[in-house]
């Protein structure tokens, strides 16, 4: 027996039989053991950063910045970082399927891509309206996008629309309003010296965060002795309200007022630099110091200085999005903020608001994108039966709708619901037939950024690994479904490869053709994963009278009565998860969230005074109910929040999504009351009054951070604007701030 | 009055006779394992001959593993590369058959590795071949394998010595192997 043992463990010490396999043939530029990189864009959000995927054996192994790119110069965020898990998901769609059961019963049989695709032609082919076929999809630009339109254009169908949760309406609308302008501009982060944000969380999710990143860094450390200032206005202190030199907090929805009482005291006292004060000073009466300290609780010589320390600034630069953007006058607030930048002339300058061109390819995306309103239309016409076909293009329009959309229910009657996407989301278990799309990485695809970086820019994304599974690029599923239903003759390229290449050659065509001819052009573009041109936009601004005097903020309306209902929900993106779309990747759910700690799940952030009275200790599970339902989530005292506020990330609660997004946390979006911007009818996302109940149970979150206090242990020392030293209490805007005693 | 412990202890020698022997079974077990199938030797999906190519022809090393000089891991020659001879040499033998049949169906031949270092070993043939360490250091006279056996004791002693005897900078430290 002895013996016996002896071999047993000669043998289980053995290394396992490992092989070696050679290629057949192999690649070119392949080397084993030497990495290739590849440059491509980033899908992961519409900021659209370069990056550098690092590939083994044709395997991707890790993804950098690209640091040719003018977007991101080389830097990636998390999310970014994390698309190699979008790509080896065990969750992915792996073949094309057909319902078998009921429809959202989860019950699927594979099926061929010729057989996938014929079903759908023929059902688009049979429709006996052309505008019964929908198209929603993510928001793209570049040539995926001109091919949507020349599809839906081929079908005869306007009902094109591109449908982003986080996509800023109100900014765009603001900026059409105002300077007239179609595309947002570029803030110019980098070369300003003094930031005014108004709930722009620029750091985290607003518009291009590596790169307002980048420039926040500049700003702060690139300018010699000059260290620029910034002031970040917001009801929950987010990440960019902690890098800030000053948070204030403003009653939410009054953002806009206290941008026009700023403009006002500009005016009055501060460095204005325009010739039209008469108009300015007309339409501005109303908001008075006094007016301003009333609806905002900014007390008016906070007002006073930060119009003026902004105005002498040279140049200050104002910034409005995120919470402030997302009320019922989200487009007036906005409209106010940008008129911050036009009354201290930074427009068009270093440090200001440049404009940017029209992008190279795909100018018409940002007209597309659907807004609530748009949404809600959607639904109705499916109710009324005028929709025969919708196609969904990796868009989870159930997940990020609040269900007073009606959109679920409005499925029902869909006679075809075809979703394009590489996962199993919430939308797409309503499908009827699934034609599941590549990655990004696997997928040939171009960009123009938007917002760009002031002049043109664009790149070009290329596969870096070989499809891992039976899916194919969401442009070759478009480009197959026309040449299944005979639309070869408008749409005749082989692939999305091809059409993209084509493309391109008017790209190259318009820069001043090399001698290398249009194939070095190409080979260029793909190995540096950028190109640019110094084309600038070059409007000069003249607001009209008529807009300076209609410059108004209304106050914000929220949904519930505050005796019922007494705080304000004030839902944001969440650092890891996005809208959402971050909840399936395992690295992702484990990143801590940086102002809580918080790994896995959901909570809510209450002011400790609220908790206090409330009788909510950090780890209650609480019941949150608005007029349009309730969700349970565990409580976690946040010190940096007005106490008739609470705030939830968004991103988690998902019903579908895959193993490690499914049943986790819960999703605030599902009690958000179906309130609109006046204006841009787009969501207000901060629009929402709940009321809070104990439910008696405990669910604490977990989290990395023990204790958020020093508990006497000195770790932190500071010292007091005026030379105090820690350990005095202090009150901002009515916010009981207790410096923890050392 | 004394207490003895002898009664005890001869309470406990038949277990100890019997763990003696069970100890020197499980020694014995051990290396009758590692003398009678030590796997020093794997049976290949080919018989290739490391001889009759290294040895006899005299081919370079690194006509066939290429990377060796570039790159962490020395490379198995792709099926092509062995098509770029046997198209024409010694096709009718019947391993050149074999070989052929993996290529018409443009399949790679499963190999089996002989020198397999642990995961945590981080080793890059570059830094060696570079320094002109002789291939044979560590695989041993391959030139005169039929069937490539591991001979050399690939294990932390000899990858120590041989820093040792050759001062290489950094040559003992931990992380130098284990990163």
Redesign the interface.
Known sequence: ???????????SI??P??????????PEEF????ATWYNSICGMCPAGCGISVRTREGRAKKIEGNPSHPVNQGRLCALGQAGLQVLYNPDRLTAPMLQSGERGSGEFVQTTWNEGLSEVASRLSASTNNDGIYFVSEGVRGHLANLFELFMNELGSANLLHYDFAHPHSLYAANNHLFGERQLPYYDIRNSRYLLSFGADYLNDWLSPVHHGLGFGHSRQGNGDARGRFVQIEPRMSISGASADEWIPATPGSEGILALGIAQQILAGGNYQGTDADDWNAALATYSAAYVEDKTGVPADTVARIASEFSHAEPGLAIGGGAAGNHTNGVDTLVAVNALNYLVGNIGKPGGVVFNPDPVVGSSTAGRQANFAAMQDLAENARQGAIEVLIINNTNPLFTLPPGAGLKEALASIPLVVSLSSFMDETTAMADIILPSHTYLESWGDDMPQPGVGFSVGAVSQPVVSPLYNTRATGDIILGLAGKMGLGEAMGWDSMEDYIKDGWRNVYERSSPDAGGFDSFWREVLTSGAWGENTRNSNSVVIDKQVIDNIAVAEAEFSGNPDEYPFVLHPYLSTTLYDGRGANLPWMQELPDPMTSIVYGSWVELNPQTANEMGIQDGDLLRITSEHGSIEVPAVTFPAIMPDVVAMPIGQGHEEFGRYARNRGSNPIQILAPNMDAVSGSLATSATRVSLAQTGRRAAPVKTGGESRQLGRNIVQSTGADGDSAGHSAKLNSIPIVVDPA | MSVSIVPTLKVLLPAARIALVALIGLIGGYYANAMFFPGTSPEQPIDFSHRVHAGENEIPCMYCHVQARRSISAGVPSVNKCMGCHTEIATDRPQIRLLASYWENKEPIPWVKVHDLPDFVHFTHKRHVQADIECQTCHGPVETMDVVSREAPVEMGLCLNCHKDNEVVHGTDCWTCHK
């Open positions: 027996m002895g013996a016996g043992g002896g071999f047993m463990l000669a043998e053995k290394h039989v490992e092989h070696l396999i050679p290629y057949a043939v192999p080397s084993s053991g030497i």
